[in-house]
């Protein structure tokens, strides 16, 4: 069983940037494509990037583009994500998942593991 942990959340300004951290303890985890998703309060759980096991294909949310930058180094079983730029509407729990199918995707079901979520609360 793979399991998630999320690190890096806060409450911070609008304009600055975090960092999350996912760790993924075990050695499958590298084979494994990851994404982050974010749920706001009162609304759906959402798609923000993805990545492919080898970090090669990587894809984000409209919303997201420009501002976030999925990584990960399997050496580590670490993914991250890089917010610049934070926004009010940029406040939820940000989610770390890992789906088995190795590549990148925004699919939210192809997704079997999950973290508990990290919250970020970003204040104008």
């Known amino acids: 069983q793979v399991q998630l942990v999320e690190s890096g959340g806060g409450l911070v300004q609008a304009g600055v940037s975090l960092r999350l951290s996912c760790e993924a303890p075990?050695?499958?985890?590298?084979?494994?494509?990851m994404g982050w998703f974010r749920q706001a309060p009162g609304k759906e759980r959402e798609f923000v990037a993805t990545?492919?096991?080898?970090?090669?294909?990587?894809s984000y949310a409209d919303s997201v583009k420009g501002r976030f930058t999925i990584s990960r180094e399997n050496t580590k079983n670490m993914v991250y994500l890089q917010i610049n730029s934070l926004k009010p509407e940029d406040t939820a729990v940000y989610y770390c998942?890992?789906?088995?199918?190795?590549?990148?995707?925004?699919?939210?079901?192809?997704?079997?593991?999950w973290g508990q979520g990290t919250q970020v609360t970003v204040s104008s």
């Open positions: 990545i492919s096991w080898s970090g090669s294909d990587t």
């Open positions: 998942a890992g789906n088995t199918g190795s590549r990148a995707s925004d699919d939210l079901v192809s997704y079997a593991y």
């Open positions: 075990g050695r499958t985890f590298r084979f494994y494509g």
